[in-house]
């Protein structure tokens, strides 16, 4: 079906909830909803499947959500790296700690891929390389209110309407954008992000491993994917940035200079950049209009929980959206920002806290040192990269699996 098609197709059905965003926020969402037996359309600007910029480390917690929605047979689909252990180095010092069992390595490209179909076989309609953006409240001919989306894909666009709309289009999507009910906060300190992938990772990079260098101007990390690719992902300071000219050349010098190798050929691909990393929305709801992932928070991705909070909001807001689409859309804004507190608040709060303390390269490297010799002090930070530290996924309400 051609493209045109399908928009007017999407603009001829009433949709009880149409998801902006496919990674996975949105795709859980999406999958749990149509699973309820609601009318689901999801919608990405990109053409899928696409690279991420991510770390693609997914810790216990993200692990047995997916367990607990039925979704756990996907990473040994794609084969997930268990991870074993993080080897932090920054001012030349380097120690290597074995990290709490249930995390894994999985490339988002083929994670988002798989999520997206799980949502399509629950019922969803799935629509990718479409631009969307948030319209105004509007009635139909019943006097029954609606919130209306904007796509555009290639030359043609098309209005479509919902009984409510969630917002999981990620930090660089632009969905909320020109909506007065959404502010965007952005710490003023904040790192912006940057990433690419070498096809072939060098023979010394550990499969299991998680490589973190800290040094001045940010923090870079590098693990092994499943495919023998290597993932690099970086935290950086945008004066650095500004010097240096390009990604590649601020995240070497940091790796470098934290004594770490630098494999060569990684100055020499593309890397993809992300907007600043530290954000969040002053509300992650209004009326018939509800924000999950990374759309909503995020907090630079040191401690790696970003896939986790993104995969938690996605499964939290779908009971709550369904209130909405049988409703009670002003009580599922009220109870869905209470909701999203509860989730990340503490959690923000703590990764904050670690960020701040490792953006230092002088204190990152006395507290390497001081690891290396009181090895336990590490543990409560390995807690926290690992997901342990969370509260259990067995408290979060979630609809049940669709069959």
Known sequence: MQQTDRLERAAATGWDAIVVGAGPAGAIAARQ????????????????????????????????????????????DLAAEPLNEISLAASGRLISLALPRGGVVVSRKELDAALVHEAIVAGAVFLDDTRARLCEETADEHLHLHRTVELKSGGAFVLARAKVVIAADGLGGGFLNGSHEFRRIAARDSLIGAGAVLAQAPADIR?????????????????????????????????????TGNPADAARRIVERAGLPWPAELSRLKWHGTPTLTRRLAHVAAHRVLVAGDAGAYVEPFTGEGM?????????????????IDGEPRQAADRWEAMHRRLLGRRMIICRAVCRLLRSERLAGAAIAIAKRFPWLAAPILQIVAGKAARPVSELTLISSPS
């Open 207 to 243: 499969r299991g491993t998680i490589y973190m260098a800290v040094g001045r101007g940010g923090y870079v990390g590098q693990v092994c994917l499943e495919n023998g690719a290597l993932d690099v992902a970086a935290a950086l300071d945008r004066r650095m940035l500004a010097n």
């Open 308 to 324: 986790t909070w993104a995969m938690l909001t996605g499964a939290a807001v779908a009971p709550i959206a369904c209130e909405a």
């Open 33 to 76: 909803i149509s699973g309820a037996g609601k009318r689901v359309l999801l919608v990405d600007k990109a053409t899928f499947p696409r690279s991420k910029v991510c770390g693609s480390c997914l810790n216990a917690t993200g692990t047995a959500l997916l367990e607990r929605l039925g979704l756990g047979h996907l990473l040994s």
